[in-house]
């Protein structure tokens, strides 16, 4: 089935520590998202990508990181300059052939220990 | 930049009655898109309606419709004969209409979300 895979569903940080949490899409979609949900204050935008090799910065980037090498593929790092990462992650594809709906993934749960 | 406003963090409907939820957002765009989005329990999203911007035809898709006024910049949501599975929160979004450019992306900007509770 086409989809956008997210994983893991559930993540732990340490203080100081790098962690990635993975989005993958099958749809052949040009366009990802990365959003994080805090309670209370809906989605926010934190990166996007529209073609492979090339990303721009959402509202809330600082102390996250992306990357693009795959059209399938973008994967997000939670670095540890991100001083409150505890959040719920989502992210989401589109196609870019029309102005279509955003496809989201079912989401990671980052925690810190 | 957009913004989005909800201004109705909680509401609560009894089974089989109508409910509307209230959007208004702010932008100087005249080609763009709104959405209302659903998020259950499971939090997945879940695109509940669209709406051209384009269009003076509101959207509907069965139970939901909207009432979209574009010159007061209001897109609300009407549910009709809510079910218990309509619980959930729901959340509108603004997109810029763009034409296609290579290695142009359009972001969607969403409020802050109406928690919805359908009761017996």
């Known amino acids: 089935d086409g989809g956008i895979t997210q994983s893991p569903k559930y993540l732990f940080r340490k203080e100081g520590q790098n962690v990635t949490l993975s989005c993958e899409q099958n749809?052949?979609?040009?366009?990802m998202y990365w959003y994080r949900q805090d309670p209370g204050q809906g989605l926010r935008l934190i990166y996007y990508?529209?073609?492979?090799?090339?990303?721009q910065k959402g509202d809330i980037a600082e102390g996250y990181s992306v990357s693009r090498e795959k059209k399938e593929s973008f994967p997000l790092t939670v670095t540890s300059a991100q001083k409150n990462p505890t959040a719920f992650y989502l992210c989401?594809?589109?196609?870019?052939?029309?102005?279509?709906?955003?496809?989201f993934g079912s989401g990671t749960q980052l925690s810190v220990l | 930049a957009q913004t989005v406003t909800q201004s109705q963090p909680e509401m609560s409907v009894q089974e089989a009655e109508t409910v509307t939820l209230s959007c208004t957002y702010d932008?100087?765009?005249?080609?763009?898109?709104l959405f209302w989005y659903k998020q259950p329990p499971s939090r997945q999203m879940i695109l509940v309606i669209r709406?051209?911007?384009?269009?003076?035809q509101n959207a509907t898709e069965n139970r939901f419709s909207v009432n979209f006024q574009k010159a007061a910049k209001s897109f609300s949501l009407k549910i009709s004969d809510s079910q218990l599975g309509d619980t959930a929160m729901y959340f509108c979004?603004?997109?810029?209409?763009?034409?296609?450019?290579?290695?142009?992306?359009?972001?969607?900007?969403f409020g802050t979300g109406t928690r919805l509770q359908v009761t017996l």
């Open positions: 979004a603004f997109m810029k209409h763009l034409f296609l450019i290579a290695g142009t992306a359009s972001k969607l900007t």
């Open positions: 932008t100087s765009e005249s080609n763009y898109y």
């Open positions: 709406q051209e911007a384009y269009k003076q």
């Open positions: 749809l052949n979609h040009d366009a």
């Open positions: 990508s529209q073609i492979v090799n090339d990303f």
């Open positions: 989401a594809s589109r196609s870019s052939a029309t102005n279509e709906k955003l496809f």
